[in-house]
């Protein structure tokens, strides 16, 4: 298997020229390395107002002959799969590629035989279990859409996704580990059925041995269902542009939106972006330590490295568990060369005992890998220092669900590397900063918001069931360009800095929610008026979660109602979107015309309130006021 693994910066500076002036016959080359039922007849067709783009039209595959069969030859014997379970003293599991093809065959077929055929929705609601990977695959082999849902998501957030997407069968498991606890995940799932109709088969695979309540005729054992079935199972023959998955994501508004990834372009730029960042080599073991249930845990777990043909490790548990030092045992323990993991998980260990990472040897790393937000200096300097050694170049890579794979980042040992800068593009990727009008700014030294002016294989097709919602997101605000979002600064050398977002999206610890989201989420308490969310500067997770809420009547004790606005957010969409701080008001800053001022709240919720600017539009100027003396 040709790689076009780029080895120089000359090189890198030449397969970018040529990706702009060829990019059908740059894509054209990298695509023809893998393997296709049928070679496609056009490789790009696109245009960004309705959009559509199509790459690779007319082509036939299937991604997992390209994870799994293409590789049994040479490397049948060759690990696919480290699965290090939560607890240290539970053993390990290892698959070799061989094995991981007939896991995922199996699995296929028990889905088959449970009466998913071609185009269904899968939604996969599950721990950090091999059987996860497998799932995964098995859909993906018998053309099954997957949708996984990230099992932190709530009852409520699941039904949603699961209607949304008009899912068939959910996959799960009886319990998880996380840490020190144990959560009932089936009883989640039994939660979110009761309002899911187009749901007729749950698959429940053992984990905690916990008997869980099984629906007759809708639920059954993933160890009963696969006794008796085949360790072989052909692939579906997909279109080039068939639907691969479905991921949710959220926005600046509305519930969260159906991310849709199709076969062809996803597979070349999840294992081109993978082979060229990470510049992985043959006897490397990865690990990328994101859940499934995130974007990062589908291109960097899964399938880049599977269609790479390399060693991935999958991690059931937390990095605080049973102490500090979990994710540098596990390095050592396997030999680990790349290491994939977010800032705010760096943040957390950096307020530990330092003795935690300095007792590990770290001696197999060679590259380091940062994910999901801006990384701080002192996050990237500690990361440096501290697990590499000053010997790995930490690559910080910058992308997002609807990227489908990196796409500012330095390549490690062959772009050079800056704290805090994502640094440059990858070959095939044409970002530009345009200013608020959407005119390109073509200096360096500038500031502006973050679009990609050219089609990439990897990038989102559609939102599912909802076209328009995909057009008015992200290809509607500047005419002809696909808008990240984000906010980026460009240096006096033309290196890229994210800022982060310009909309109303916070991220908490590399995970998106839209305020709305939340908001609305808050606004079902029964004690509560109206609330307005904002982000603010949080030392681990990046960005908190900053609450103004107002009441029916003034609470008699507040931090009783402060736990129930919480108790609220948890059921409506999981732990993981607690607020941090609830400030209880009597109004919102809002203008005339009703619109709330979340500058000033921004401002209020960071402690700098010197300057609010001007207030005096205000509907009720008094309330801000009120709002600064009371601030958390
Ligand atoms: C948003 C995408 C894609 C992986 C996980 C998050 C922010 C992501 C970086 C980075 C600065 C980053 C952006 C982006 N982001 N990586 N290296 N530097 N910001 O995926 O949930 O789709 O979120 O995460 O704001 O838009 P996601």
């Not at 908190?544 to 009783?560: H, L, N, T």
């Amino acid at each position: 298997m040709q790689s076009h693994q780029i080895k120089s910066f000359e090189e890198y500076q030449n397969a970018c020229q040529r990706s702009v002036s060829d990019p059908e016959g740059f894509w054209s080359d990298i695509a023809s390395t893998f393997t296709w039922r049928k070679k496609w007849n056009t490789t790009l067709e696109w245009n960004f107002e309705e959009p559509n783009v199509k790459w690779f039209k007319g082509g036939k595959l299937n991604i997992t002959e390209n994870c799994l069969d293409r590789h049994l030859k040479t490397r049948g014997n060759k690990l696919a799969l480290i699965w290090e379970p939560n607890d240290p003293k539970e053993r390990f599991v290892r698959y070799t590629y061989r094995e991981l093809y007939e896991k995922v065959c199996q699995f296929a077929n028990v889905l088959k035989k449970n009466g998913v055929q071609k185009g269904d929705r899968v939604c996969i609601y599950m721990p950090m279990i091999p059987e996860l990977a497998f799932a995964v695959l098995a859909c993906a082999r018998i053309g099954a859409v997957h949708s996984v849902i990230f099992a932190g998501f709530s009852a409520v957030s699941m039904s949603d996704r699961i209607n949304d997407a008009g899912a068939k069968m959910v996959l799960t498991s009886d319990g998880l580990n996380r840490g020190a606890k144990q959560i009932p995940v089936k009883r989640v799932v039994d939660e979110a059925l009761e309002s899911c109709p187009s749901v007729e088969k749950v698959i429940v695979v053992e984990r905690l041995g916990w008997a869980v309540n099984m629906v007759e005729g809708r639920d059954v054992w993933f160890h009963d269902e696969v006794k008796d079935v085949a360790k072989d199972c052909p692939a579906e023959e997909m279109d080039a542009e068939d639907m691969l998955f479905i991921l949710y994501t959220s926005g600046s508004t509305g519930k969260p939106k159906g991310v849709v990834h199709t076969c062809g372009g996803y597979m070349v730029y999840a294992q081109y972006s993978f082979m060229n960042v990470f510049q992985y080599q043959e006897s490397d073991v990865f690990w990328c330590t994101a859940d499934i249930g995130w974007v990062t845990g589908h291109t960097y777990l899964l399938y880049g490295p599977l269609l790479s043909g390399a060693t991935t490790l999958m991690f059931e548990g937390v990095p605080t568990y049973p102490d500090n030092g979990r994710f540098w045992q596990v390095c050592d323990k396997f030999g680990v060369n790349i290491f994939y993991t977010a800032p705010t998980a760096i943040r957390s260990l950096m307020g530990g005992d330092i003795d935690d990472v300095l007792s590990y040897s770290l001696d197999s790393l060679k590259v380091l890998g940062s994910v999901g937000e801006p990384i701080n200096e002192e996050a990237w300097h500690w990361y440096h220092t501290h697990v590499g050694k000053e010997r790995c170049p930490v690559v910080d890579t910058w992308w997002q669900t609807e990227t489908g794979g990196i796409m500012i980042s330095s390549l490690a040992n062959v772009t050079p590397t800056k704290p805090a800068h994502a640094a440059f593009p990858l070959p095939g990727i044409q970002p530009i900063l345009v200013d608020a009008e959407g005119n390109e700014i073509t200096d360096n030294e500038v500031e502006g918001y973050l679009c990609v002016k050219f089609p990439w294989p990897g990038m989102i097709r559609t939102t599912y069931g909802d076209h328009e919602r995909c057009r008015l997101s992200y290809f509607s605000t500047y005419k002809g360009l696909y808008f990240t979002g984000d906010g980026a600064k460009r240096d006096e050398n033309g290196w890229y800095r994210i800022i982060g977002r310009v909309d109303d999206v916070i991220n908490v610890s590399g995970h998106r929610f839209g305020t709305a989201e939340i908001e609305e989420a808050i606004n079902h308490n029964e004690h509560v008026v109206e609330s307005a969310v904002v982000g603010f500067p949080h030392d681990v997770k990046g960005q908190g979660i900053y609450a103004f809420v107002i009441c029916k009547d003034k609470p008699e004790r507040e931090d009783y109602l402060r736990a129930e606005i919480i108790e609220t957010v948890v059921e409506k969409i999981g732990k993981i979107a607690k607020p941090d701080k609830i400030q209880i008001v009597s109004g919102l800053p809002k203008t005339r015309s009703g619109k709330i001022m979340r500058r000033i709240l921004r401002k209020v919720a960071e402690g700098d309130t010197s300057n609010l600017g001007d207030t005096s539009t205000l509907l009720d100027p008094d309330v801000v006021d009120e709002i600064k003396a009371g601030a958390l």
